[in-house]
């Protein structure tokens, strides 16, 4: 069964950047539009940003403009880069698999993907 796995957390100062990866290691993603969502320690799970299966893009008001999520072109991974970091942005960031039709597939086998949660990967920003 395909898992969902980020990467590209970490620490670092205001004003910095990062770069967030969403893939499952092995699969491509069919029709699967993807969401990214944080969640800080005390704080209720926010929303941040989403790409549809038709690639359109939509943002958070409070990371328009520094944030931007896009597909690589294999499709097997989805980007959210950040930019212009705030302390704010700190959380666990995980990816999700939206979309009815949403599948993962490998070597001809596919497997339905919707709702799918990764693990997380944690993103500290300092003062």
């Known amino acids: 069964q395909p898992r969902l796995v980020e990467s590209g957390g970490g620490s670092v100062q205001a004003g910095g950047s990062m770069k967030l990866s969403c893939k499952s290691p092995g699969f491509i993603f069919k029709t699967c539009g993807i969401e990214w969502y944080r969640q800080d320690a005390g704080k209720e799970r926010e929303w941040v940003s989403t790409?549809?299966?038709?690639?359109?893009?939509t943002y958070a008001e409070s990371v328009k403009g520094r944030f931007t999520i896009f597909k690589d072109g294999t499709g097997d991974t989805v980007y959210l880069e950040m930019t212009n970091l705030k302390p704010e942005d700190t959380g666990m960031y995980r990816c999700?698999?939206?979309?009815?039709?949403?599948?993962?597939?490998?070597?001809?086998?596919?497997?339905?993907?919707?709702?799918?949660w990764g693990q997380g990967t944690r993103v500290t920003v300092t003062t």
């Open positions: 999700k698999t939206v979309g009815g039709g949403c599948t993962l597939c490998r070597s001809g086998d596919c497997y339905r993907a919707l709702n799918s």
């Open positions: 790409i549809s299966t038709d690639s359109t893009k």
